[in-house]
């Protein structure tokens, strides 16, 4: 690797890290410019520019890094995140299976992929992927609280309930609070709603 490429991609973290994004991308432009054939640089201006809020540019450069590291599991799990970031979920949902395919221990993959299906009404699939997700990352609570609204979308009703309450008692009792719950998971509306039916049983 290029000692000067390397030396704009280091210095591009620190200004991701004092949020001035336009500095970082300028020195991950001029990474790309030493080092035109290398996908990393350009899955780190991609991360910058989503985080300076310009999602074209962001999955522009995803897709270089792409197009030249076709077998990194990561970064189709980043295009996948722009994809959902855009609403365009049909083609999240198809990085994040080759996330998976690539890498069948990425816990985060199964872990938006369950969102995902849930969000389509597949909720046995759902349900398999936030299963995956513990064994790989046992504990988790998101997992767990995935894991027992898609339960009761489910109709198993009783056993969504022993896992909230356990949620409740050994974890956050906010998880009692559905407004909390929807800020803290950042979930769409079809969990949100299932969890704010779960909690209404409780």
């Not at 620190?14 to 410019?33: G, N, Q, S, W």
């Amino acid at each position: 690797p290029d000692d000067a490429a390397n030396g704009y991609m280091m210095r591009s973290m620190v200004h991701i890290m004092e949020k001035r994004y336009d500095t970082a991308i300028a020195d991950l432009t001029e990474a790309i410019r030493l080092e035109p054939d290398s996908a990393d640089p350009y899955y780190q201006r991609a991360n910058a520019h989503e985080l300076a809020e310009n999602l074209d540019s962001a999955l522009a450069d995803m897709n270089k890094a792409i197009e030249l590291d076709s077998d990194n599991a990561a970064y189709y799990h980043s295009r996948a995140h722009l994809y959902t970031l855009q609403e365009n979920y049909d083609a999240a949902y198809a990085d994040l299976s080759r996330t998976i395919e690539l890498d069948p221990k990425y816990a985060n993959a199964h872990l938006d992929r369950a969102v995902l299906n849930f969000e389509r009404g597949q909720y046995a699939d759902a349900l398999a992927d936030y299963e995956r997700a513990n064994q790989l990352r046992p504990g988790g609570e998101e997992v767990y609280a995935g894991t027992a609204v898609t339960r009761r979308a489910l109709g198993q009703v009783e056993e969504a309930q022993k896992v909230w309450r356990l949620l409740v008692s050994a974890v956050n009792e906010r998880y009692n609070d559905i407004e909390w719950v929807k800020e803290e998971l950042g979930w769409p509306d079809p969990l949100v709603n299932e969890a704010r039916k779960l909690i209404a049983g409780l």
